[in-house]
């Protein structure tokens, strides 16, 4: 089930956020997403953040800010290949217009997984932050 986040649940929200990075982007040390927890903790009830759960347990979440920008999808990974992302991308397509947002470069299962869901590669540029290559990428409806 999709649903929108309560404040209570942004403690579980962030573990989820950890745990997806540190798994998902092993190319960068866990220490960086370590050290980005707690300020990235308080900035998610800023976001629109839809979670998908299953017997009252969130299994992953999708975080939408400036009403179009992506700011992370993140499923557990022991849950990741059952279809929780492309839920949780389909149901935002549903509800806007237009979506963007940027991924690693060596992330090539997130690239093809968002081109799979209509997503295209718009631009390339390197984060600031980690010094990696990445793709700013867009869908819009149709």
Partial sequence: MIEN???????EIAEI??????YGQNFIPAEYWNKHFEPVKEMLPAAEIYIYSE?????????ITDEKY???LFVLPDRQSHGIGRQLI???QNRYDSLELNVYEKNAKAIEFY????FEIVSK???KDTQESEYRMEWIRK
């Fill in 55 to 63: 017997n009252s347990e969130i299994s992953g979440f999708i975080g």
């Fill in 5 to 11: 986040a309560r404040a209570d649940q942004i403690d």
């Fill in 125 to 127: 540029s390197i984060d």
């Fill in 115 to 118: 081109k799979k869901n209509g």
């Fill in 17 to 22: 956020w950890l745990t997806s990075n540190i």
């Fill in 90 to 92: 389909e149901y935002c």
């Fill in 70 to 72: 992506i700011a992370g």
